[in-house]
């Protein structure tokens, strides 16, 4: 047996009856959809090992405060959401804040500020439930060595945080009994706003307006202080670091030129060497489809033109983004490293797996299938789905012949200005 | 291929709601009906379903609510919930376990009534029935704080009617939408309205609230017809551009990824004819959503019913 293969997983003998019912059922929908979920990847583990050594590494680089990243290559459906779910599980059980983020409209690469709000949303806290941001808060112990530091790293000039940051540390820890004001604070960690005359009202009442002088500044300026203040936070709060699953990252094809550029950049930064240049303190792993330097950068000619043509443009910033794109254009060039098909003996183990899960949520006897031969080449996803599809028929029929036809899906790399925009027809930047 | 709309329903009822969903489960599903008559029929069947199987139906028109923002979907949500009943149930239940005995099914639940009918101190027993809402409540992390807060205000009015009727009407209309002043809510320990920003953890509180109250979970149906209409029509049904639908199909895609988070939940999206077919409006226009839930592997000749997107006719 290839020592790829992990030893099935027994639905726990803890569950009653009905809940391991559910479970199961939660898997197959999830299967059937395509979007793996807890469950799914609970009972199907992850054949992953090379990529698997090189998250390990990268965590064991981050309890040092390193975050150096990892790029995610696979094609459509070859297993990398899965992968993700599997690798926040990891890192959850090794004591790491971990968020999810799936590129979208409503959380664009381009716009760190809104990725930093989505990373806040999703993550995970070792042992805790419920905002992820006011449950690290929550854990704060004042009298602490790990608090101090952060205190006093907050407050350092070297950091090159804006005041505001500091400021908000100050006051969260004189106003305990302030609840309106915790929870302002709190938000503001999140990623929300809080006016400049907020801010200083409540240090006025300390007499501290001079000590922090706060002015305004651009929310989105703010983003690399954001995840370098949450980061730190999260490591005061006594968790090991804080990892960064992005999804979907093939999506900026489709944004509109300079928020492609943008977004480059962002990839760029977030997969740069240098703690100068990249979000210090964020462990990130960025998930893209195998065929973007392909189609996006050498077919579509981002690679060749996109450079000029931000150059060209009557923008203020042009020269730096350009110069940023590129340096994120090239982040994909170098690679990362790529999902691997699985060998027919693992394709085994998992039609296994899944006829037993479909068996115990269906409460019958799956029959076994082999894969058509022309579904050899398929994406474990078809695979998958081909299973569930005949069994979710042959139950309902057993006498049914089950004849399936593949659709080709594949991502769309087209331009579209509707995805600068927001519902009111506004650019969202 | 289309399904017939009746073995459609009845795969719902049976495979999905009975067991799956009022165990805790939870599902996305789009419906795509061949014409009106079967979208009506469809509605029809799946609100008797819902109701008879111990769900709280919800019904989310986008021709009347913005459908492409999801704190206007919780708000609409929220208007077809009976929350004073739930928060009833909910007392109920607590005042049961903790082993008082209850005056008749719509009877007073007021602190005051509960302690002459059970031989109690009133000040003493609304000490400890705040400590079991702390408990069974406040630290019921499955749903977000401020929910959290909202149902503990909404209990409270019932235990104390007179102590604070004002902040349970501003907590209602903040879950409505109607709130127009947010500081009515600052003895509520709530700061903020209600946005796009926290609706989805609101809406996937509420289905677990349902269940402590006593309901199955939420069945909620979100028609999406107006999203393949190109041009303003001259009613004041709502308009969606082009932008606005992509946001659209950004909510459904949360809604697809967030089963994982939420339990007790079945939400049925009903789009229309060409939602399969229009380029620029339809399933097409959005790749994140497109690939969730495209029946890209398929039976040559059977649909399958447990398919995440069907298409149904009126047999």
Known sequence: MSRDLIPLHHWSSSMTADSAVVHARRAIEALRSGVPNRDAVSALGCHQPQIQEQFDAVLRNARTGASAGLLVEGGFGTGKSHLFVHLQQQAVAQKFVCSRVVISKETPLHDSLSVYRSACESALVPGRRGAAINEIAMRLDFRSEAYARFYEWAHSPGHALDVRFPASLYLFQRVQSDQELIDRLIRFWAGEQISVSEFKKSLKAFGQAASYPIVRAIPRSLATNYFAFAAQLIRAAGYAGWVLLIDE????????????????????????????????????????????RTAVLEQKGDRETLPGRIRDSVSDDSRELADAAEKGMRAIERGGVTLRPPTPDILNDIERRVRQIHGSAYDWTPPALPSAPRMLSARIRQLLKSWITQWDLLRLDPSVQVNLQVDELNPDYTEDENLGANGDGEKTS | ???????????????????????????????????????????????????????????????????????????????????????????????????????????????????????????????????????????????????????????????????????????????????????????????????????????????????????????????????TIATRTKDDQVYYSASAVIDGHEVLRQFVDGTDETEGCFILVLAANDFLSDPRRGINCYDALRLRISDEVRDESRPNPFASLVQLNDG
């Open chain 1, 249 to 292: 990252v093939e999506l900026i094809a489709r944004y509109p030129l300079r928020q492609r550029a943008r977004a480059y950049a962002e990839i760029g930064r977030w997969l740069a060497d240098s703690a100068a240049t990249s979000y210090a303190g964020v462990v990130p792993v960025l998930a893209l489809t195998d065929d973007f």
């Open chain 2, 1 to 227: 291929m289309q399904l017939p709309l009746r073995e459609w329903l009845a795969t719902i009822d049976q495979e999905y709601l009975g067991r799956f969903i009022a165990g805790g489960g939870a599902a996305v599903k789009f419906a795509v009906p061949h014409d009106d008559a079967t979208r009506d029929a469809l509605r029809i069947g799946l609100r008797r379903l819902a109701i008879d199987q111990g769900f709280a139906f919800a019904y989310v028109d986008g021709a009347t609510t913005r459908v492409h923002m999801v704190d206007q979907i919780f708000f609409s949500v929220a208007k077809q919930v009976e929350w004073e009943s739930l928060a009833r149930a909910f007392l109920s239940g607590l005042l049961t376990q903790n082993g008082y005995s209850l005056p008749d099914a719509d009877g007073d639940l007021s602190c005051r009534s509960i302690a002459a009918s059970n031989g109690r101190e009133e000040l003493l027993l609304r000490s400890e029935i705040f400590r079991w809402l702390e408990r069974a409540v406040y630290r019921d992390y499955a749903m977000t704080q401020e929910f959290r807060l909202a149902m503990i205000s909404l209990c409270k009015g019932i235990i104390d009617p007179s102590a604070a009727p004002i902040l349970v009407a501003s907590v209602r209309q903040w879950l409505t939408g109607e709130l127009r002043l947010i500081s009515a809510l600052k003895s509520a320990l709530i700061f903020q309205r209600i946005t796009r920003k926290n609706a989805r953890h609101l809406l996937s509180s509420l289905p677990h609230w349902l269940r402590a109250c006593g309901k199955r979970g939420l069945f909620l149906v979100v028609d999406t017809s107006r999203y």
